[in-house]
């Protein structure tokens, strides 16, 4: 998929504009961050957990090499084949040959955000092939030529009556005026649709939740149950994953298993759970006859050793995102590529590059609330900070910014000086907006009026009015 992450701006103010979208996330903060709450309610060993799945993730990430080869050769021993990739063009051409060799013509895929990583799905139809979603979310934004806005949720965008409106346009063989207003009518005419595509597909390809080295299985989490039939029905499988999905044991897996759903959606656990080791054996009734995995880099191992190391504990529950505030005014869209939110703004820069996605970083207030409700105690809101130290110390971003860091830095290290210059700024400001109490424009503050009015400043600056309440000396 291509980055629009650089076009960050314009894609906010499109996100804006948007009225249904805008209707859309006015109903997010009453879905997954309460049912999440209510699961922490009910567990009070979650913290205990977040505790040890950091940790479990902090020891992989320290031996890593050694994991991989572990799974690796587990893999190998359950009859399967590992393909090691650095990035996106040698992942995308592994899984093409791996098609071409099955001479597959209908490739089905559950929901797997390194296949949007990729672009997989694109470079499948240019080689002449057929890849189908059979997340429904991800089946839909399929129909509507759209990427996913969020990791778990990818079509929450959408009102019903846009897809049904999809649906219409696409569902060509069924009858165009039959009523598609309920929601289940809707999931019944996907259910229909995509179970011929299973039963048609040639290759399927999945996503990881994670990657077990003791086992060499691979952890598939969905709740439609449509991985499984993904992983069963075709002859070939290709699992896809990035190489810090992996963790050493089962008793891991299961450890992140309790606090992947619980910060996700707030099950206690996701309605299907599959670990699949290796293609179908003698005895098995099912499965496929070739088992591929395809181990991505892409980015990942330059952040082995760096301060951007903790992002590699991310298990993509989308707690941050559903939390963040900026998500929540401008959707996933804006962030320009597959990641969005909080999370996206750490690893989108470090996956393509800080100057590309210079407005990324800058796209959080800081409240840290992403980090608070993180399971694997990522900090998030350190990050945010260090990309934008990045930034600053390679000029990278707007001139009039770096200018005003630096005149900042230069009093904020004599404090008497800048006491002086707040009390100067602050009493201009507020003998200048007394009338009016706002600011409709203001120069070098175009950025903030142009959407909304400024408010006055009071007249005395917070160490003002603080020493005149009693508090320390200003
Ligand atoms: S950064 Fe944390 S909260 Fe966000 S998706 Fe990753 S694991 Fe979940």
């Known amino acids: 998929m291509d980055s629009t992450a650089h076009a960050f701006k314009n894609n906010v103010r499109t996100a804006l504009d948007d009225g249904k979208l805008q209707t859309a996330l006015k109903l997010f903060p009453e879905g997954f961050p309460v049912k999440r709450r209510l699961a922490m309610d009910r567990l009070p060993e979650f913290d205990a957990l977040r505790d040890a799945a950091r940790d479990i993730k902090n020891h992989t990430l320290a031996h890593l090499d050694h994991y991989l080869e572990r799974f690796e050769s587990k893999v190998i ?8 990739c650095p990035d996106a063009e040698s992942a995308r051409q592994t899984v093409l040959a791996i098609c071409r060799d099955a001479g597959a013509k209908t490739v089905t895929k559950g929901k797997s955000m390194i296949g949007e990583e990729i672009a997989i799905n694109e470079s499948l139809e240019k080689a002449g092939l057929r890849p189908v979603e059979t997340d429904l979310g991800e089946y839909i934004i399929q129909l509507r030529h759209e990427p996913p806005s969020h990791i778990i949720a990818p079509a929450i965008h959408l009102s019903k009556d846009q897809v049904a409106e999809a649906f219409r346009k696409q569902h060509t063989h069924l009858p165009a005026d039959r009523p598609l207003e309920e929601p289940a009518v809707l999931l019944d005419e996907a259910r229909a649709v995509l179970r011929r595509e299973f039963l048609a597909a040639d290759v399927g390809i999945t996503g990881a939740n994670m990657l077990v080295a003791e086992t060499g299985s691979m952890v598939l989490v969905t709740n439609e ?76 191992t330059k952040m082995l050793g760096s301060e951007f190391q903790d992002m590699l504990r991310c298990i993509r529950c989308g707690a941050c995102i559903n939390h963040c505030p900026v998500y929540g005014a401008i959707g996933g869209h804006a962030y320009g590529w597959v990641y969005s939110g909080p999370m996206g703004a750490v690893l989108i820069p470090n996956l393509i590059g800080v100057e590309a996605t210079a407005d990324l970083p800058n796209a959080s207030t800081l409240c840290g609330r992403c980090e608070d409700v993180c399971p694997m105690r990522i900090p998030l809101p350190r990050m945010l900070r260090q990309l934008r130290a990045h930034q600053f110390s390679r000029n990278i971003g707007p001139s009039s910014q770096r200018y005003g860091l630096r005149a900042w830095a230069f009093l904020a290290r004599r404090p008497a000086l800048y006491r002086l210059a707040m009390r100067l700024g602050v009493g201009t400001l507020g003998a200048w907006g007394r009338r009016r109490g706002r600011f409709r424009s203001l120069p070098l503050a175009g950025g903030w009026t142009r959407s909304r009015d400024l408010a006055a400043p009071a007249g005395q600056t917070f160490q003002q009015q603080w020493s005149a309440r009693g508090g320390a000396r200003s």
């Open 77 to 84: 021993d359950s009859g399967g084949q590992v393909h090691w």
């Open 225 to 300: 149950g449509n991985g499984d039939l993904t992983q069963t029905l075709p002859r070939v499988q290709i699992v896809i994953a990035s190489i810090e999905k992996v963790v050493p044991t089962l008793e891991d897996a299961t450890t992140i298993l309790r606090v992947l759903a619980r910060s996700a959606t707030g099950q206690e656990m996701s309605v299907y759970t599959t670990f699949t080791t290796g293609p179908k054996r003698p005895e098995d009734l099912d499965g496929p006859e070739a088992y591929h995995v395809v181990l991505l880099d892409n980015g990942r």
